[in-house]
């Protein structure tokens, strides 16, 4: 009886500091959970329901389009994509990812808009972190969201001009 089995000398799981042999950290599943759901829903936002939305005739106002085109007939654009932006007093919780589709006169100025492409992120990321959720999901500041990132990047001087910011993908989260 003095020997006493191996087994019973063992010492308790985790106690060896081996994290793989005590209990799991609380806490960690719902962290997974919660980082899944949200990969998910970015996920549908940007391949599901932003496609159907730059499709649909509700989420261009009608005529514009026209109104906007180049003179001779053809459409000049540089578009920023997948914009991540955390918007104002959410903490990090909510993000908004959106597109900016920049209509220009030529394709001088496109090609100017491409190699300055760091600036103009720079500048809509800027616009874009100082909304509020109410701001942006206001369906009737859509114009004038379009209007002040418009002047935002006009302010980089460009030499061509640019005529007018469209939002083909716009996922708040």
Not at 153 to 171: K, N
Request: aromatic letters at 2%; a negative charge; zero cysteines.
């Amino acid at each position: 009886m003095a020997d006493k089995p191996e087994e019973a000398k063992k010492k308790p799981p985790g106690a060896d500091g081996d994290p793989e042999d005590g209990p799991e950290e609380k806490g960690k599943g719902p962290l997974i959970v919660m980082l899944l759901g949200l990969l998910i829903g970015v996920g549908a936002g940007v391949f599901v329901v932003g496609p159907m939305l730059a499709g649909s005739p509700e989420a261009t106002e009608t005529g514009e389009q026209e109104e906007h085109d180049a003179e001779d007939g053809e459409f000049h654009s540089h578009v920023v994509e997948g914009l991540i932006v955390n918007p104002a007093g959410t903490g990090g919780t909510r993000l908004l990812l959106i597109s900016v589709a920049i209509e220009v006169d030529s394709e001088t100025t496109v090609e100017e808009a491409a190699d300055r492409d760091p600036e103009i992120r720079d500048v809509l990321l800027s616009a874009l972190s100082t909304k509020t959720i109410d701001e942006l999901t206001d369906p009737g500041a859509r114009e004038a969201l379009r209007v002040e990132l418009l002047e935002a990047i006009r302010g980089l001087a460009f030499e061509g001009e640019l005529l007018y910011v469209h939002i083909p993908q716009f996922v708040v989260q």
